[in-house]
């Protein structure tokens, strides 16, 4: 009985003590609550998921003998699983809960509709499983991050409609008239996914394009489902958080319409740098590097304007377990986009292309840039959405550096193995088992990176577990714990 009355102290937390300090947020909160922990529980799970199998897909690369015998878990299914459930389950609800967050507060207000925005967050997320059976079930198709058989999209597309749906009405229904910068990300971002998602499916499932068409329009797809959508609900995070972590406002805020048009510019076009030397027009590969090379502006003006904020309180970053978090996703996102930037010049193609090493740059943006930005953002929400301190700080330290080290070897391995990998292709006289051995040490390498990856997941879901079953003291239900920063992205110059 004491647990079941824990849950519903989380659920439906009694602030009759606390009417001055959160009159403000009682009913945002209150409308929110249940989709939001949704969000978060849903990605806490498809992360443990994601990262089985992306252990297994790694021991694979090194073992081709382990779970031979299990049809369902051969390498061409774990990998097309293991990178579905990590950008459509863990990184889609974790953004998606960090947007529902920051619409309700930056609007002042809510749109309600609280049962409607879960049932499309359940929807999403039955589309997802539905999904995964059918990669299992070998009905997955040929395209890159859109392996799901034909019969999920339409589940995935009525789900994110009527999150999109919520999250416009919410936006109209603010009382703060202005707008600022995290919501222009957000909204743009769910603009962006529909239009993406819709246009390769069209081209690529219901009316399939002809030929090389295909392939330009599924590195179209990938590029921009991490720059339209993924990044942008990133980047309102961070514009965000930073304020309140470390109580002063964005350094060069006013540079944020700057760096929020060239990044939309830019990022729609640099994902067919890709093809060089493909069979598309050279035209077409000489676009997407130079669209790579635009996202210099962007890449500069926001990494300024993180970096001198977090070093202008650098003593609060290791006091916080957020701002630990958006540091080093902050220190992700320049990494990423300097690898991607000049990676995309051709002669680093015709090194890289065909190589692992596009995947350890992959991964760095979604576990390093996202992962990080996105779980520090849940352990700033979930305190003030239950009214309750975070259960264990000792857990939260844990997944932060296993995290950390499940993010640095995975990147070493990959990103020099591919490098490696690559040079070693080139060679005309050398042997494909030749390759292979040499990349021993890089898949084991990433094997641990991976198990690293394990522990930080399972920390976070032991975490998320531990709030919702925790009691609450007297002092939770009399007052409220978290000093809310003043809203200083608004009066950020």
């Not at 059918?134 to 589940?155: N, Y």
Request: glycine share 10%; with cysteine; proline share 3%.
């Amino acid at each position: 009985m004491n647990l079941i009355g824990n849950i519903c102290s989380s659920l439906f937390p009694d602030l009759s003590g606390d009417s001055k300090n959160r009159e403000a947020v009682r009913g945002i909160d209150a409308s929110i609550r249940f989709p939001l922990l949704a969000l978060i529980k849903s990605g806490f799970v498809w992360l443990i998921v994601a990262t089985v199998f992306g252990l297994i897909g790694s021991i694979k690369l090194h073992s081709p003998g382990f779970l031979a015998d299990w049809s369902v878990l051969t390498y061409g299914k774990v990998a097309p699983i293991f990178w579905n459930t990590l950008v459509y389950g863990w990184l889609f609800n974790a953004g998606l809960a960090c947007a529902v967050f920051l619409l309700s507060r930056l609007g002042g207000n809510h749109a309600g509709l609280g049962v409607f925005l879960t049932i499309s967050v359940t929807l999403w997320n039955t589309g997802v499983m539905a999904g995964i059976i059918g990669i299992m079930w070998g009905e997955q198709l040929p395209f890159e991050w859109l392996e799901f058989p034909a019969f999920a999209a339409p589940v995935l597309f009525i789900a994110f409609l009527g999150i999109g749906t919520w999250s416009l009405l919410t936006f109209r229904a603010r009382i703060h008239r202005s707008s600022y910068a995290s919501q222009w990300w957000i909204l743009a971002s769910i603009f962006s996914f529909s239009w993406i998602y819709t246009a390769a499916q069209v081209m690529l499932v219901c009316m399939p394009a002809q030929g090389a068409i295909q392939t330009l329009v599924n590195s179209w797809y990938v590029q921009n489902v991490f720059g339209l959508f993924i990044a942008p609900l990133a980047f309102a995070t961070l514009y965000y958080l930073l304020p309140k972590t470390l109580g002063t406002a964005v350094v060069g805020y006013k540079y944020s319409g700057w760096a929020f048009w060239s990044w939309f510019l830019f990022a729609s076009f640099s994902g067919i740098a890709d093809l060089a030397n493909g069979p598309v027009p050279a035209w077409v590969s000489s676009l997407g590097v130079i669209a790579t090379f635009g996202l210099l502006i962007p890449t500069t003006t926001m990494s300024i304007q993180f970096l001198s904020s977090l070093f202008s309180r650098f003593s609060v970053i290791w006091d916080s377990a957020t701002a630990r978090y958006l540091f080093v996703g902050c220190i992700s996102f320049q990494l990423v986009m300097y690898h991607e930037i000049f990676g995309a010049l051709r002669g680093s193609l015709e090194t890289t292309q065909f190589s692992l090493y596009d995947s350890g740059v992959t991964q760095l943006a979604l576990f390093g840039f996202a992962g990080m930005t996105f779980t520090g953002a849940i352990y700033f929400i979930l305190p003030r959405l239950l009214n309750k301190e975070l259960p264990s700080t000792s857990l939260i330290d844990l997944q932060f550096w296993s995290h950390l080290m499940g993010l640095i070897l995975v990147s070493i391995g990959l990103i020099s193995g591919g490098t490696q990998q690559g040079e070693l292709m080139n060679e005309s006289t050398a042997e494909a088992l030749v390759v292979v051995k040499t990349m021993q040490s890089s898949f084991y390498l990433t094997t641990i990176g991976m198990v690293f990856f394990l522990i930080g997941a399972l920390a976070s879901g032991a975490t998320y577990i531990g709030i919702m079953l925790s009691s609450r003291t007297p002092e939770e239900s009399e007052t409220s714990l978290i000093k809310e920063a003043p809203e200083l992205e608004y009066s950020a110059s």
